[in-house]
């Protein structure tokens, strides 16, 4: 019987998530082979990995998933060197949080793919508008999430360290980026995930290449079951990294998970 905040074990935590992805599938096969959907709206499980296996072996398919990867790790990077010190010292000092959050609180709504023309225009339709796209889409976000939990760092611990004579550059390197690091890391996991929208919505107008490219070519020649490898595709590239993220961070920082 299920109680409110129980934890469950490792093994039922994985079989549980296991188990939806099965009744998921099911679902699928039963609506598409069933004959209950037309196969001109929505490919089979089958007819999607046959598609997929068509894309790989002839289409070098490989490739454009690799320049996607290129894309959000490159834009998701500049974003992450220019937001995490900014974000530091708007939660460190409030005369710099005061002078930027009304400008970064107001950019972070602005919906990335809106500045694609602009982008087209300023950079043109190579790697650099693509990257501006995830840049653009991450920066606030990043910014705004580390300043927050910068600025709500435990009082107690700051008048600690200027009481045995801390500098207020020791303040930072000492308490504050210390203090906030793991949480700092875990943004970094969680707006990650966001840079993958963001890129497939640079590739979606004006590119050559990449998953997104695949996706807008597939949709002219209705093939969904391609359109519907592709989304598969971004979503299990995006489960690993986060997979894998999650684990450099409680490798890096195991305290937290005392």
Do not use: C
Request: avoid cysteine.
């Amino acid at each position: 019987m299920m109680r409110p905040l129980q934890p469950i074990s490792n093994t039922a935590r994985v079989l549980l998530g296991i188990s939806f992805f099965v009744l998921f599938v099911a679902g699928w096969a039963f609506a598409t082979l069933g004959g209950y959907v037309s196969p001109t709206f929505l490919a089979s499980p089958l007819t999607m990995v046959e598609d997929g296996w068509r894309l790989l072996t002839r289409y070098n398919f490989s490739f454009d998933i690799g320049i996607t990867i290129w894309r959000v790790v490159g834009g998701f990077i500049i974003a992450a060197l220019v937001a995490v010190p900014l974000g530091i010292l708007m939660g460190a000092y409030k005369p710099i949080e005061a002078f930027l959050e009304p400008f970064v609180s107001f950019a972070r709504y602005l919906p990335a793919s809106a500045f694609i023309p602009l982008l087209i225009l300023w950079a043109g339709i190579g790697e650099l508008q693509k990257l501006l796209v995830i840049f653009i889409g991450s920066v606030f976000q990043i910014i705004l999430m580390i300043a927050v939990h910068v600025g709500s760092t435990r009082r107690d611990l700051v008048e600690a360290a200027y009481t045995l004579g801390a500098s207020d550059s020791g303040i930072i390197r000492r308490v504050l980026l210390p203090s906030s690091a793991p949480e700092i890391a875990e943004i970094l996991r969680l707006v990650l995930g966001w840079a993958w929208t963001y890129v497939i919505v640079a590739e979606l107008i004006g590119s050559s290449s990449g998953i997104g490219h695949m996706i807008t070519d597939s949709q002219a020649l209705l093939n969904t079951g391609q359109i519907i490898f592709g989304i598969i595709v971004i979503g299990l590239i995006g489960l690993v990294s986060d997979f894998l993220f999650k684990a450099f961070n409680a490798w890096l920082f195991p305290w937290r998970l005392a």
